[in-house]
């Protein structure tokens, strides 16, 4: 396996496949260069076609790898894994390459600062944290404002706002992650709806940011 060339611009590989998938994904991309990678588990929320839906066709299951990996290379695998898994084609999945501006504690990167900057994006990733059942919401106003769909990541919250109590006993409530993938044009639109509609700007109402993409596969 090659060594890591450290050309100071990191990128975080992240592809989002069919549940099953991801172990082939992370061996082929280890064959190319990766040095390793995290797997999560989301479920797809993306529009399906009435007759597919009706014969259950489709799994919605997800699974999420995260791999990060010399800026360069981030490019050439990410392009060896759409052209082997055809992620041009529909229903086949979507990858999409983030920036990182610091790495810490990683084993093959040393603890830096990153000059890692997108110039003119075309796409951005919102991330939209919120209360478990509200997902599915999030997707349908997004949506509405010009989004195409989203994949769905359970998560737990810790805030201050975030707990509450029964009988005196602190519980934590469960989150969910939403990632939208979408045109840089629409995003201010759709921002804008989510955070009007579940009222993000107040306390313990969930969290949105958003991430410029430096390249993306899949997305039609």
């Known amino acids: 396996m090659q060594p890591p060339v450290h050309d100071n611009k990191i990128d975080l590989l992240c592809v989002i496949a069919h549940y099953g998938h991801a172990r082939k994904m992370i061996r082929f991309a280890q064959e190319h260069g990766c040095l390793g ?14 007759l597919t839906a009706l014969l259950d066709l489709t799994d919605a299951r997800k699974e999420i790898i995260l791999m990060m990996l010399d800026a360069h290379r981030a490019n050439e695998v990410g392009d060896l894994l759409a052209a082997r898994f055809k992620l ?84 934590t409530p469960e989150k969910e992650i939403v990632i939208i993938l979408a045109e840089q044009d629409v995003v201010d639109k759709i921002n804008t709806q989510l955070v009007d509609t579940f009222k993000i700007n107040e306390p313990g109402k969930g969290i949105i940011f958003v991430q410029d993409v430096k390249k993306v596969y899949g997305l039609s």
């Open 37 to 50: 990678a995290t797997v999560c588990y989301g479920m797809g929320t993306a529009p399906r076609k009435k």
């Open 88 to 171: 041009y084609k529909p229903n086949h999945g979507i990858a999409f390459i983030l920036p990182i501006s610091q790495t810490l504690g990683s084993h093959f990167y040393s603890d830096q600062k990153l000059d890692n900057e997108v110039t003119n994006p075309m796409v951005q990733a919102i991330f939209a944290i919120v209360e478990k059942g509200l997902a599915e919401d999030v997707i349908h106003e997004a949506t509405k404002a010009g989004a195409r769909g989203g994949t769905i990541v359970n998560a737990r919250g810790s805030g201050v706002h975030e707990t509450s109590k029964i009988f005196n006993i602190d519980i």
